[in-house]
């Protein structure tokens, strides 16, 4: 038992309850276990007049130094299997005949084309440019045989890229390993030339698993000039590249599946994230240069690579992969982000225009059936991609855990397996929403199924997590054991400057004015709530947060559409995140919309059971639609170990009791359903006595109105008008023995006489 003032805390992030009867008494979660790790759920989309808009910015927040991810030990994020590829012989892979096509021939200096057929005359692959008269080379400048610095013995060529061939050779200083040499593709291109000395320098400060490694950089005398030549020898990666493995797919007619390209792709994220780190960019991402040897993934060609804040040096990318700011603002963070979304979607789906009409924009998703079936997956191409480089994601990391979020429930909704995951961004769910705080036996079928008030929305969604680094985290830290009044006092007291104690930096912070906003909500001020968040909109730190409170004051002044506005903006900022799906389900719920809310708590109920209220919603909305077995269904599906489990199931014994549509009556399949339900809860007798009292009354009625029950005994009566009576005077006899109230107790006594049939004793 439990010391009075003692009790638990739950170990649930972001929840104030405490563990009564091994429950909490807030989220309802079972208590963990001594010496068990607590429970992590990862979180599963307006405003009043006067407030920011729904379409306000949503743009990231700073990533956070240190912050953790989950691990990931292998490629597949530890979510699917991909096959591997096997490491091929590197010497099959020479070509016999290297030629660049000439299509891909053009002038380093006018960009136009040279080297191009005429008069039934072959283009020529070393010459002059006939329009500005730079020299241009295509020709391989290594052949079998050649000896690079007295080290490196020359196989062949292996392919040819944007910035040079790519020359297969043996290190003979360390034991004939296999190592590659990439030279100039045109040894004339200035642009050229440069770009491969930057190459060089970047690389050799670079070593990431993910990305190809860098040994040594030689020169070389071209064999007609005596020039000398400079080449890379980097590390040789056998395997195939996405663009490989796509097109093989592509034979087929198929594209890769969304999974495994969400894999990929979160798989090479970590590799951009670390050149970011060090003040680098990538610029010419694509699936061309990601390349699968068995398990695992190499960037490569980093002859694209710069540092952030090179105003100077040529900048190389790719039409359709490219960010539309390139040539005004020059690459950063956001454009290589945007790089990765355009690869995501050409690895998808039969991008067709993707370097012409879509250049800078996607398809609609009723015109690709993957963006339609999977919604979160077309939200996270379209922020990856949006042309505002301001609402893409901010990082590399943020990017990488959204799509990790969308890979869960992509997989979920495919095989109905949940996936749930701690989330970094929010809280769980802090109550359960919509299901009654009263004693059970009290509560009425259409009790049961009301939609939950807007109060009991706002206090129950979970709460978006305090930024750490923040200088009033530890500040806001401190107010959590403080009483809701006096929490917005002493939040009101630090952002209004009269409570000196407080720092000024404290004061200031955005998180102070987010927590102030959510306790103004929830006090029902929304009034000044609505003030503080359009404060908290014009600081620079500014961030999807901002509309999610928006959405909270949607919810508190009864504008559910504006909230769900406002929701929605949020789950396109974060589309990984089931607590945004969670409150523009419940959002759409109260604005009338039932399509939209069962379609996102159905998101949030497949990937994560911990939240329950998704599932109460759920079967709300497809009660009301007459879709009584899935309801049942989704209530089933609560686990054991939350303490809204009972309630789960006494709820889905009164789903089977609602009579089918055109109908007064249950029908005998739903009443025998319901009493096998009632036989095996783990209730007290005298719910017990009420659930049975219920269906034993409802079968009666169909008796009463001429409908056959069937043969089966139910609940121990027989399936006939007599035997059902002598049911329910059994249990309404045994309700009046467990009644408290001697009114109640005369009620149930007066119904058992009523209904028991005549006899002659």
Excluded at 248 to 257: F, I, W
Excluded at 534 to 548: E, F, G, H, L, N
């Amino acid at each position: 038992m439990t010391v009075p003032g003692t009790a638990a805390r739950c170990t649930r992030p972001g929840c104030s309850g405490s563990i009564e009867d091994g429950y909490c008494n807030v989220c309802g979660l079972a208590a963990q276990p001594a010496g068990a790790p607590a429970e992590h759920s990862s979180a599963p989309s307006g405003p009043s007049s006067g407030g920011t808009s729904a379409s306000m910015s949503t743009r990231s927040r700073r990533a956070r130094a240190g912050s953790s991810r989950a691990a990931r030990g292998r490629l597949g994020a530890g979510l699917i299997d991909i096959s591997p590829v096997p490491a091929l012989d590197p010497a099959s892979a020479v070509l016999s005949d290297p030629q660049v096509p000439e299509a891909k021939r053009f002038c380093g200096n006018c960009e136009r084309p040279v080297g191009r057929s005429r008069d039934g005359r072959p283009g020529l692959a070393e010459g002059f440019c006939p329009h500005c008269g730079t020299r241009f080379s295509f020709s391989p400048k290594l052949h079998g045989g050649d000896l690079v610095a007295g080290q490196y013995e020359v196989l062949g060529c292996l392919a040819h890229g944007g910035l040079g061939w790519i020359y297969l050779a043996r290190d003979q200083h360390l034991g004939n390993r296999w190592v590659v040499l990439k030279g100039l593709l045109n040894t004339g291109d200035a642009a050229a030339q440069e770009a491969a000395v930057a190459e060089r320098r970047f690389l050799a400060e670079v070593e990431h698993p993910n990305i190809v490694g860098i040994y040594n950089f030689v020169q070389h005398p071209d064999a007609q000039t005596g020039e000398p030549t400079g080449y890379i020898v980097m590390e040789y990666v056998g395997g195939e590249s996405l663009r490989q493995i796509l097109l093989d797919r592509r034979k087929s007619g198929e594209s890769l599946p969304v999974p495994m390209a969400l894999a990929y792709l979160i798989e090479v994220l970590p590799a951009l994230g670390y050149l970011h780190g060090r003040g680098l960019v990538y610029c010419d991402f694509k699936p061309d240069n990601v390349i699968q040897t068995e398990e695992q993934l190499k960037l490569i060609d980093m002859g694209g690579v710069r540092r952030i804040d090179d105003q100077d040096s040529a900048i190389y990318g790719t039409v359709g992969y490219q960010a539309p700011e390139i040539a005004t603002d020059g690459p950063s963070v956001a454009s290589d982000l945007y790089t990765v979304g355009r690869a995501l979607a050409v690895l998808t789906f039969e991008f067709t225009g993707y370097q012409s009409r879509y250049e800078h924009s996607l398809p609609e998703p009723a015109d690709v059936p993957v963006l339609d079936r999977y919604n979160s997956f077309w939200r996270v191409l379209k922020r990856a991609t949006n042309t505002d480089p301001q609402q893409r994601f901010g990082s590399a990391g943020e990017m990488a855990e959204q799509l990790t979020g969308v890979l869960r429930e992509v997989l979920a909704v495919t095989d109905g397996k949940p996936r749930p995951a701690f989330s970094t961004l929010f809280s769980g769910e802090l109550r359960t929403i919509g299901v009654p705080g009263a004693e059970l036996a009290e509560l009425s079928q259409p009790a049961y199924l009301a939609r939950p008030a807007a109060a009991e929305v706002v206090a129950g969604l979970p709460v978006p997590a305090v930024d750490s680094s923040d200088p009033a985290a530890g500040y806001l830290a401190t107010l959590s054991t403080l009483d809701p009044a006096q929490r917005l006092s002493a939040l009101a007291g630090a952002v209004h400057g009269r409570d000196a104690r407080v720092p000024q930096a404290v004061a200031e912070s955005i998180e102070t004015r987010l927590a102030l906003a959510r306790a103004l909500i929830t006090g029902g001020q929304p009034q000044d709530a609505s003030a503080v968040l359009d404060q908290a909109a014009a600081d620079p730190d500014a961030d999807w947060r901002v509309t999610w409170y928006q959405g909270l004051l949607g919810l508190a002044t009864g504008q559910p559409g504006r909230a769900a506005a406002a929701f929605d903006a949020v789950l396109d900022a974060l589309p990984g995140e089931p607590a945004a799906k969670l409150a523009l389900g419940l959002a759409a719920e109260a604005a009338g919309d039932p399509a939209t809310a069962a379609k996102y708590l159905s998101a949030v109920w497949t990937v994560d059971r911990s939240y329950v209220s998704a599932a109460f919603g759920l079967a709300r909305i497809l009660v009301a639609g007459g879709d009584k077995a899935t309801a049942v269904r989704t209530l089933m599906a609560v686990p054991e170990t939350s303490s809204r489990y009972t309630a789960a199931e006494v709820a889905a014994v009164r789903i089977r009791l609602s009579p089918v549509p055109g109908s007064r009556v249950v029908s005998a399949d739903d009443l025998h359903a319901a009493g096998q339900l009632v036989g095996r809860l783990q209730i007290d007798d005298a719910l017990r006595q009420r659930l049975t009292a219920e269906v034993l009354q409802a079968a009666l009625d169909r008796v009463l109105g001429g409908e056959p029950l069937g043969a089966d005994r139910l609940l121990g009566s027989e399936p006939s008008q007599r035997g059902l009576r002598f049911g329910l005077e059994r249990s309404y006899r045994e309700q009046a023995r467990h009644a408290v109230d001697s009114r109640r107790r005369i009620e149930l006594v007066d119904l058992a006489n009523q209904v028991r049939p005549r006899t002659w004793a």
